[in-house]
């Protein structure tokens, strides 16, 4: 069961994870579908299996690589022609 918050502190010392779960507030409540940001900690404080968490940050984590890499790997936007340049700041 996940009770938390929706808002993050201004400052972070810790990775967060924007978790997209179903959430209870109590252990009475049905729960509703949620996007929350959770510390690892918190993960782990949830019940949730060791197993399961190191399989979605794996799943996670390759996601962001190949995002990253075909990111960065792309050519780069051409520039702007001087004229529609010149048109833009007037």
Known sequence: MLAYGRCMPAEQTQPSYLVLGHFKPSEQ????PDKRWLTLAELKASGLEMATI??????????IKV??????????APAPAPAAAAAEGA
């Open 54 to 63: 190191k399989e979605k940050l794996t799943e996670f984590e390759a996601a």
């Open 67 to 76: 995002a990253r890499d075909a990111e960065l790997d792309a050519a780069p």
């Open 29 to 32: 409540h049905p729960g509703f």
